[in-house]
């Protein structure tokens, strides 16, 4: 199957500072993005959805000021969590699909990252 | 509004086979997905349905019937190392995809 590669898989950083999170489709062209996020135990959570190059569609409740998405090529989408807190601590996980939302295109998983904010 | 239904958690025994279900109400359908996360990793793909019936992958299977709503994963032979959570996703009109909390499957030796 298709590769998607996230980086960083683990960060801890300090109450206050950003920290960026990469996904990247290592052999295909991933037109639509998502960024979940996933509490011990919980579902995982949709938090945006990106299409290269236009803004992501963030879903309610998510603060687009605190967790900003660039969709910038068609093989890498960040996400910045902005002035990380205790409670933004998580598991981020990207997906990457070659569709356009209007298929059933199988979306690929990065592996996540686990992020600690002290 | 939008639900989906799946046990949080089952134990089987390592040889035997698990049926894990799936109940879901979505606003429209374009598809089931089930998915394995083990613990601390992001979930990997195992199936997709969204014709009625039955698709057959090794040792996994996957069972979809829409007009009940309702999809069960069946994994034969079971292996210590399937032991991990399961997730039921529906794919709603809109292309997006709902998720179910999960099955916890335990596999006992």
């Known amino acids: 199957g298709a590769v998607v590669s996230q980086h960083p898989s683990r960060v801890i950083c300090k109450s206050g500072t950003s920290v960026k999170i990469e996904c990247r489709s290592l052999d295909f062209q991933a037109t639509t993005m998502f960024w979940y996020r996933q509490f011990p135990k919980q579902s995982l959570m949709l938090m945006a959805t990106s299409n290269e190059g236009s803004k992501a569609t963030y879903e309610q409740g998510v603060e687009k000021d605190k967790f900003l998405i660039n969709h910038a090529s068609l093989t890498l989408s960040t996400l910045t969590v902005t002035s990380a807190h205790p409670e933004d601590s998580s598991f981020y996980i990207c997906?990457?699909?070659?569709?356009?939302?209007?298929?059933?295109?199988?979306?690929?998983f990065g592996q996540g990252t686990r992020l600690t904010v002290v | 509004g939008q639900n989906i239904d799946q046990p949080t958690e089952m134990t089987a025994t390592e040889g035997a086979i698990v049926q894990i279900n799936c109940t879901y109400q979505?606003?429209?359908?374009?598809?089931l997905f089930w998915y394995q996360q083990h613990a601390g990793e992001a979930p990997t793909f195992l199936s997709y349905?969204?014709l009625d019936g039955l698709e057959e992958k090794g040792r996994f299977s996957s069972f979809l019937s829409r007009s009940k709503g309702y999809s069960y994963l069946l994994l034969k032979e079971l292996q210590m190392k399937d032991s991990a959570s399961y997730l039921c996703a529906v794919m709603d009109s809109n292309y997006q995809l709902i998720w179910g909390a999960g099955t916890k499957l335990i596999i006992k030796p």
């Open positions: 979505t606003s429209g359908f374009n598809g």
């Open positions: 997906s990457a699909s070659a569709g356009t939302g209007d298929s059933s295109t199988e979306a690929f």
């Open positions: 349905n969204v």
